[in-house]
């Protein structure tokens, strides 16, 4: 095999997974959006091809936020769309 030469016996896979923010263009569709209202919260869902990959979260009281979904961690994690607090200022008092 030369440099740069693909070896035959591999097969290109479609895509099954969409990225969400890029989604829109990709597939030419838009989100769906499903909105639950409770007592104390408004959320708002949204997916691309049926998979959850964030929700709004519309508190009565309190700032909007948002919870994405990180998908090789598996985990969710809260924006608030506030930079995080920056870190306390550190002086050398004295060295020994």
Do not use: C
Not at 45 to 67: D, Q, S
Not at 75 to 89: I, S, Y
């Amino acid at each position: 095999m030369v440099w740069g030469d693909q070896p035959q016996d591999l097969e290109i896979l479609p895509r099954n997974d969409l990225d969400p923010e890029n989604a829109a263009a990709e597939t030419g569709s838009e989100p769906e959006i499903n909105i639950i209202e409770r007592d104390n919260a408004t959320f708002e869902e949204y997916r691309i091809n049926g998979r959850l990959y964030k929700i709004k979260v519309t508190p009565k009281i309190g700032a909007p936020y948002f919870l994405n979904y990180e998908e090789g961690a598996n985990v969710w994690h809260r924006d608030d769309g506030v930079d995080p607090a920056p870190e306390a200022p550190v002086w050398d008092v004295m060295e020994f």
